[in-house]
């Protein structure tokens, strides 16, 4: 098992990574392939969103967009991601239900038991100190509230590694693509994460290339 390995510095500005991850993440709405189907699944009956690593938006707001009822905030340690996030809710015509936020989420800035369901798309393995984000998400959900996280994993088999990075655009992406990968964990690594983190009621559930966690918060606990 390789080892994991921080993400390095980049190597393209800031402002044009963001550009391009937006690229890439359009491209994939466009093309179905932003594997939202559990999200919604488990986002089902909440209605106050919180979103941490919101990057470009498009993940909180297809989940919104159908949920008159529903309201997003996103969090994102980018600022060049929120300026993105706020004109793709413009585009999406959801500016007024949504509200993008520049902060770590190693320091939510928000009341205890304040969202309903928070949830994180492909960013857990950027995340500088993951147990005091999980502690923090404890802390910002009500009681019964759920969360979901999905990320790559890092024991991807080196022929799908190989095709997914054949694939992924833009090209200039491809070794952003292989850091993540090499950035991000094993479900054992994930479950000694939120074992540390004092969070009891979760499911671990790995595919070929994506990791999902879900969990519900006790409120007893």
Known sequence: MNIRKSEPNLEIKETEFAELYDEMLKSMRDNGWLNLQLLKEKSAGYSKFLEIGSGPGYIGLEIIKQRDDAMLTGV????????????????????????????????????DNEFDFVFSYRSLHEWRNPIAVFKEIKRVLKGNGSFYI????????????????????????????????????????????????????????????????????????
């Open 150 to 221: 999905l990320d790559l994993k890092r024991d991807i088999h080196p022929k799908i590694k190989q095709t997914v990075l054949e694939k992924t655009f833009p090209a200039e992406l491809r070794k952003s693509f292989l850091d993540s990968v090499n950035a991000s964990y094993t479900i054992s690594e994930i479950k000694e994460l939120l074992s540390n983190s004092g969070i009891e009621e979760y499911s671990v559930v790995e595919e070929p290339i994506y990791v999902h966690i879900n969990g519900t918060i006790n409120p007893l606990n």
């Open 76 to 111: 994102d340690i980018s600022e060049e991601m929120i300026t993105i996030a706020k004109r793709n809710a413009k585009k999406y015509a959801l500016q007024n239900r949504v509200k993008y936020i520049n902060e770590d989420a190693q320091l939510l800035p928000f009341h």
